[in-house]
């Protein structure tokens, strides 16, 4: 049964005598259309037996593709067929039906894919006219010139000097080129819905073209010279208010070319203007005028802008930076500085552009998605070496950078309401669980966490429910305590549970006992009087969770910390010194009966032997004291941005899919390592656990919970939603059909292997 439903597909059936023919293809005359299932392994006969037809009564059968122009043929399914999918039937596929009783000859149709035929409006008049434009089919491999000698004959007139053409989805219309009368109608760029205007004074002055061919590549450039201020403001808001201008390009041309060519005949001299790449919501970085076309990779039909302002020099940049969260004016501000120019120098130059004043203030970088980075701690180095290019985006930070050879860490601890309510944060659940009693919490993911210190990006900590919540407790939150390790699944707000202390500069070969006392000198652990290093925990916090522990003998240089790192504090009731070998985890143990978990204890597992399951299974009924065999351990690693738990069974190294010898086959399998694929165990991970006696049992796989399933849910609502955008905007206003993006070519660089040839 689950075969056929996996290979049963649901085809939409014409009838021939529905339609009738006209430019030769096919013009519904009778709305009836009827849908029939079908196994797609089948062949023709049982696709005529799914339609309760005979095939003596039946002369042909054709695949069919809707089309604005009408319904286009693709190719007959031959008798013979005995494989539906191999004649393009697949699921929502359309097939004609022809008896013998059409009003029509299938010789006569544009019958295949290659022949697919294109609407093109036709307009005779002004472009104002009330008269609406002529609509006539065209195979898409028809030449241009056989075109415009049907449509002129159709309408009694004579071939136009030249032919204008808007695309639907162009703002303005453009000139076609007077050699282009044997490139074909798909080739010429037209596509369903294209109007051809015959009178050559309704684009008049607004469309400059040369009269080049059509294969050459051009870029669209608005013109944004003589707009004021307050204009130009508008522009960054509302794009396509200026005049446009097409311009074709060569390889070897060079953006100062491209300047000259929009900008020839007007009083702006071409050193007060600057060009810029158009993005879909903001503009690019102004370009040097030396810069190749061929080094930009531009595509056809890149868009540009020209605007007002001295382009920078070859040596020089311009850069985009924002000042700090804490000072912070919501504007981006822009500087251009020269590459031999020191750091500080740099700074100087920033706070000229944002009207600042002050000594203390330093550059920090950012990632591709805007977030802090490195900061840039040698005041004395120059732009060039730091890395930064034309048009990176950086931060301006009030206080001085860290000293030389040193990082800046951000130090967390966790919040007053986490530790006032034992373990993880129990307040924050107790509170979200009253949400949820109100049907108020909906499964998507929001930043809760606003950034704090010298941090200019939001910090976000992410909140979350805990998949291994107890049922009748309310879901807990991730992030909570020090265990945090869920995804993200709230829309609330809700207080984060780390609280920022300050920020502390050390040493990259610092070691652990060094950064330890360092934070123990800080004054928001002087009054929790620890003397010793030891009941201090340090480790890593990455994107609201915390990650790896720290451990005797690792250095900053080795954690591989960098300025802007967030750390995690918290101080013990006992020393602990934890090994190399060790990890630290969060064991659960599940009731099956409600499907849910109990409190999560920590548990320190000692891998110095060896990381394997058999191991796992013995600290865990050493520690929670269970009478029961190893093998009667059953343990999954929680999965929270999946909501899904993956089963740690014994498994071995062996690939059962290469050979092995016999020595091999003869000797015991070496159980696999528990911190390699596809565990991947480490510190901070939820360990789900139950004692099964029966290894048949129906339940020794299901380990989610009420939220785990309610995740799940939610993401599948995520997926369909994307697949729906994404289908949505792949159609385009051709009566609904998908348009394929046309395949591009890529090129890749790289210089260092040119430079070893």
């Known amino acids: 049964a689950y075969d056929i439903a996996t290979h049963t597909v649901s085809v939409n059936v014409h009838l021939a005598t529905d339609f009738r023919s006209q430019h ?73 039906v022809c008896c013998g009783d059409e009003q029509f000859v299938t010789s006569d149709l544009l019958i295949g894919e290659e022949e697919k035929p294109l609407l093109i409006r036709c307009q005779l008049g002004a472009v104002a006219a009330d008269q609406p434009a002529a609509e006539r089919p065209f195979s898409e491999q028809l030449p241009v010139g056989a075109m415009i000698d ?12 030249r032919l204008v053409v808007h695309h639907p989805k162009e703002k303005k219309p453009r000139q076609l080129p007077l050699d282009v009368d044997g490139v074909s ?11 051809l205007m015959f009178n050559s004074e309704v684009v008049a002055g607004s469309v400059d073209v040369p009269r080049q061919t059509v294969a050459q590549p051009s870029v669209v450039v608005e013109n944004c010279c003589f707009s004021t201020e307050s204009a130009q403001k508008e522009r960054h808001s509302s794009i396509g208010n200026w005049a446009a201008k097409v311009v074709y390009i060569t390889d070897d041309m060079t953006v100062g070319n491209i300047k000259s060519s929009v900008v020839e005949g007007d009083t702006t001299p071409l050193t007060s203007v600057r060009v810029r790449v158009e993005h879909v919501t903001i503009l ?37 930076f924002e000042l700090g969260a804490t000072v912070k004016d919501g504007r981006l501000h822009e500087v251009t500085v020269h590459e031999s120019q020191a750091v500080q120098d740099c700074v100087d130059a920033m706070l000229i552009a944002c009207c600042k004043t002050g000594t203390e203030w330093h550059i920090r970088r950012t ?22 290019k034309n048009g990176d985006f950086l931060l301006l930070l009030p206080g001085l950078p860290p000293p030389p050879d040193c990082v800046r860490l951000s130090v967390f601890a966790p919040s007053a309401a986490a530790r006032s309510n034992g373990t993880h944060g129990q307040g924050i659940v107790a509170w979200l669980g009253s949400v949820v009693a109100q ?13 704090v210190g010298e941090n200019s990006v939001s910090r976000c900590v992410s909140t979350s429910v805990d998949s291994a919540a107890p049922e009748s407790a309310p879901p807990a939150v991730a992030g909570a305590g020090e265990g945090a390790h869920e995804s993200t699944v709230s829309e609330i707000p809700v207080p984060p549970t780390y609280e920022f202390v300050a920020t502390v500069d050390v040493k990259r070969v610092a070691k652990l006992g060094d950064l330890k006392t360092t934070i123990l000198s800080m004054a928001a652990f002087s009054d929790k009087n620890v003397t010793d290093p030891d009941r201090l925990r340090v480790r890593r916090l990455q994107d609201g969770r915390a990650k790896r522990i720290f451990r005797p003998g690792d250095t900053v240089r080795g954690l591989k910390l960098l300025s802007g790192s967030d750390i995690l504090c918290k101080v013990l009731d006992k020393p602990e010194t934890l090994p190399q070998s060790s990890i630290v985890l969060r064991a659960r143990r599940r009731r099956q009966e409600t499907r849910s978990y109990d409190e999560a204890e920590e548990v320190i597992l000692n891998t110095e032997e060896g990381c394997t399951v058999s191991r796992l299974n013995a600290c865990l009924i050493r520690h929670f004291n269970l009478s029961c065999h190893e093998t009667q351990v059953h343990c999954a690693k929680h999965l929270p941005d999946q909501f ?8 071995s190294k062996t690939n059962p899919q290469r050979k092995q010898s016999k020595r091999q086959n003869a000797g015991a399998r070496k159980p696999a390592n528990l911190r ?47 697949r729906a955008e994404r289908r949505d905007r792949k159609r385009g206003n051709d009566g609904g059909q998908t348009v394929r993006r046309p395949e591009v070519g890529i090129r890749i660089v790289v210089p260092e292997y040119q430079a070893r040839q």
Not at 285 to 295: A, G, K, Y
Request: glycine residues 6%; proline residues 7%.
């Open 24 to 96: 030769r293809v096919l013009q519904r005359c009778q709305k009836s259309q009827s849908q029939v299932s079908v196994d797609r392994r089948k062949g023709y006969a049982d696709l005529i037996s799914a339609m309760g037809k005979s095939e003596d009564c039946v002369k042909a059968v054709y695949t069919a593709q809707p089309c604005p122009s009408g319904l286009h043929l693709i190719q007959e399914i031959p008798p013979t067929a005995t494989c539906l999918t191999d004649c393009g039937v697949l699921n929502d596929s359309h097939i004609l």
């Open 284 to 320: 690019g970085p102004p370009l040097h005028d030396s810069d190749v076309i061929r080094e930009l990779d531009w595509p056809d039909g890149q868009q540009v802008v020209i605007e007002m302002g001295k382009a920078p020099a070859l040596s020089e940049m311009v850069l985009t």
């Open 367 to 388: 990632n591709w998605c805007g977030e802090a980075a490195e900061i840039l701690d040698d005041p004395q180095a120059t732009i060039e070496s730091t890395g930064v």
């Open 185 to 195: 109608i798909k080739a010429a760029g037209l596509v369903d819905g294209s109007l």
């Open 644 to 651: 899904e738990w993956i089963r740690i069974q014994n498994h």
């Open 439 to 451: 049907g108020m919490v909906a499964l998507s993911p929001t930043p809760s966490m606003p950034s």
């Open 150 to 161: 049907i449509l002129c004959e159709q309408h009694c007139m004579k071939r136009p000097p």
């Open 676 to 722: 390699n694929s596809p565990v991947f165990l480490q510190d901070g991970d939820v360990i789900g656990f139950k004692v099964v006696a029966d290894e048949r049992s129906s339940t020794l796989a299901d380990y989610k919970t009420l939220a785990d399933d309610q995740g799940l849910r939610r993401l599948e609502e995520i997926k369909v939603q994307k």
